[in-house]
């Protein structure tokens, strides 16, 4: 009796180590840039949206380098998921170390052909994710997150009525609301009219 009272004594002190050591997935900011940078770039986005996905291969790169990287100004991404698949992608980026978080964002809007059009369900995602380093099971615990799952519908409810955000992309320089895909130059009139 002894040594059955041990070992689930050991047991329970692994299992119980193991879950404290397990940082709970739950909805955090995601940003780029100097936190004291005088423009704040928000951006609105659904990871299945080709419109997002055109964003980010042309206008978004020069964005960065102009602007991100020179500490000009700080990026903000949101999801504001427009169908049941983006929103399961959204969840699947948010439980990535945070470090991969716009590198991963980067691969699912250049490869979205791929995963949108696959197979009408997440599993399309499942080859990115493994490629990140995530497991089968952690992707799986993933999907199954209620929490993340109503953090980013609560989030993108709270835009929605809030800010009145409608579609995607859309975006908010220094509060300025402004919708649809720019290209950079168009993009930095607005950049430098905020930065007067």
Known sequence: ?????????????????????????????????KADAPITITEYASLGCSHCAHFHATTFPELKKNYIETGKAKFIFRDFSLDPLSLQAAQITRCLPEKQFFGFIGILFKNQAEWVNATGDITAVKKFATQAGMTEAAFKACLDNKALNDALLEKRLEASNTLKVESTPTFFINGEKMSGDMSFENFEKKLNAAAK
């Open 1 to 33: 009796m002894k040594k059955l009272l041990l070992s689930l004594a050991i047991f329970l002190t692994a299992t119980l180590t193991a879950v404290a050591a397990d940082k709970p997935i739950v909805w955090e900011e995601r940003t780029l840039g």
